[in-house]
């Protein structure tokens, strides 16, 4: 079992940075795959970004390649999204995931969620 925490959401400008942080549980953790998607408001949740057990491969969604960034720490349990250039558009509940195996773009992919971090870009 692995419980999920985000954190490091929050109100930023166009153009602003912010980097969300998802602490997870368990003694295994470098050998889950980590993803993070979104649901903005009346829209499906979509993938963002996923990173592979071991941190040995990345995979973006187009609408935020070159601009963000997913990394782990397994010796902190945390996986982390680092968003630059922001964008209205932007804006949506952010969720970590984990699977244990291989990372997917699929949700299905994914067996654990966290409860979500809001974020609030600003034109």
């Known amino acids: 079992q692995v419980q999920l925490v985000e954190s490091g959401g929050g109100l930023v400008q166009a153009g602003g940075s912010l980097r969300l942080s998802c602490a997870a549980s368990?003694?295994?953790?470098?050998?889950?795959?980590m993803g993070w998607f979104r649901q903005a408001p009346g829209k499906e949740r979509e993938f963002v970004a996923a990173?592979?057990?071991?941190?040995?491969?990345?995979i973006y969604a187009d609408s935020v390649k070159g601009r963000f960034t997913i990394s782990r720490d397994n010796a902190k349990n945390t996986v982390y999204l680092q968003m630059n250039s922001l964008k209205p558009e932007d804006t949506a509940l952010y969720y970590c995931?984990?699977?244990?195996?291989?990372?997917?773009?699929?949700?299905?992919?994914?067996?654990?969620w966290g409860q979500g971090t809001q974020v609030t870009v600003s034109s």
């Open positions: 368990g003694r295994t953790f470098s050998s889950y795959s």
């Open positions: 995931a984990a699977v244990y195996g291989r990372r997917s773009t699929d949700e299905a992919g994914y067996n654990y």
């Open positions: 990173l592979s057990s071991y941190g040995g491969s990345t």
